[in-house]
């Protein structure tokens, strides 16, 4: 399991309150991760004018940048936001990290993802780098990193399904009350620990964990559209989804095979190889091609439209993009502008996932 947390000041013991927050992890069977807190000493999450003058200076760097809570908390972040996954401190230079950053911060993205295991921790670095570097106002963007693997020493191993949910919220609310970060959230938990662990934080007065990290695409769609809406609507539990694009499948790299400079051709992703090379990718491959050309007739690129499909699912308070370089930054940001044809799409994938009460009607 993995836990997020999300922040914004150096100093959040004697934060102000135009202070933002940061994500962690907590441990579970699955991979979770844990998110962030945004209020301390009991109060709720408050907006002064000086906190409104410092959102409305990050929204008009970009007017069609459209921003959502955080599930119910009260953490406005942009809908898109940019992951580090693979990338930073890895696939791409330090250079190309900080334009990317740069462009997604002038177009009002105040969203950045990472985790300790990206690059081995390089990712993190890279992030903290840049951000140091630009100098940014730190209450104009959140930062949501991840937590699970630690050392090699079983004691070290704090994140494994051997540990109990107990554990994992008390440790979630104990850095948020130090000031480490203001919210938590999960990746990759079930519905069902995620319940576990909002029962746990109002049996034992603790901080619940305010939004799940899941992946979301055409192809990955019962947890975010039928599982998470009912978590949100009972427990104000948002969702933040990754691989919009099905690690690139989504693009169209991959119809003619898998190119040299992709992502599956790299060290370490021989799991995304074989899974576009197996009967099923070849099944989905055939689909894109028909996506591709509905994109086409709406004047939109493919990715837009996957992203503008992701963005129009309730619940979602952010898409996190994984880019390599600024030409697929920029054309995703484009998704914004796209209207997006749900029907057609659904019957074109054929795979709508239906929840119990729509079976039962």
């Known amino acids: 399991m993995q836990v997020s947390f999300a922040c914004t000041e150096h100093n959040l013991k004697s934060r102000s309150e135009d202070r933002l927050c940061g994500l962690r992890t907590a441990p579970n069977g699955n991979y979770t991760s844990h998110g962030s807190v945004k209020t301390r000493e009991g109060s709720g999450p408050r907006q002064t004018p000086h906190g409104h003058a410092h959102m409305k200076e990050a929204i008009g760097r970009h007017s069609s940048m459209k921003y959502r809570n955080l599930g119910k908390s009260g953490l406005r972040v942009s809908c898109l936001g940019l992951g580090t996954w693979v990338t930073f401190g890895s696939q791409i230079s330090d250079e190309m990290a900080e334009n990317l950053l740069t462009i997604a911060y002038e177009n009002g993205v105040n969203l950045f993802d990472t985790a300790e295991v990206y ?43 051997k540990h109990i949910i107990e554990e994992i919220v008390r440790a979630m609310t104990f850095v948020i009350n130090q000031g480490m970060a203001m919210y938590w959230g999960t990746s990759r938990w079930s519905a069902m620990e995620i319940m576990e662990a909002y029962s746990v934080a109002r049996q034992f ?7 799940e990290q899941a992946e979301y695409h055409y192809f990955q769609r019962d947890k975010v559209e039928v599982q998470l809406p009912e978590l949100y609507h009972k427990i104000g539990v948002g969702a933040m989804t990754w691989s919009p694009l099905a690690c690139g499948l989504i693009t169209g790299k991959y119809s003619d095979g898998v190119p040299e400079c992709s992502r599956a051709a790299m060290k370490g992703y021989q799991w995304l190889k ?37 963005l129009r699912s309730e619940g979602v308070s952010s898409v996190l993009l994984g880019v390599s370089n600024t030409d697929q930054l920029l054309e995703n940001l484009g998704a914004l502008r796209v209207k997006c044809t749900i029907i057609e799409i659904d019957a074109l994938l054929g795979n709508k996932p239906h929840s119990k009460k729509e079976l039962r009607a």
Request: aromatic letters at 6%.
């Open 119 to 161: 690059a081995s921790g390089r990712a993190e670095i890279t992030l903290g780098n840049i951000i140091k570097k630009k100098g940014w106002r730190r209450s104009s963007f959140v930062i949501t990193t991840k937590i699970y693997w630690g050392g090699q020493a079983e004691t070290e191993r704090g994140l494994s399904r």
């Open 205 to 211: 007065n603790l901080i619940p964990p305010v939004c």
């Open 274 to 310: 074989e899974r576009v090379n197996s009967e099923e990718g070849r099944r989905q491959l055939a689909k894109i091609k028909e996506l591709h050309l509905l994109a086409d007739r709406m004047g939109c690129t493919a990715a837009q439209l996957a992203i503008a499909w992701c």
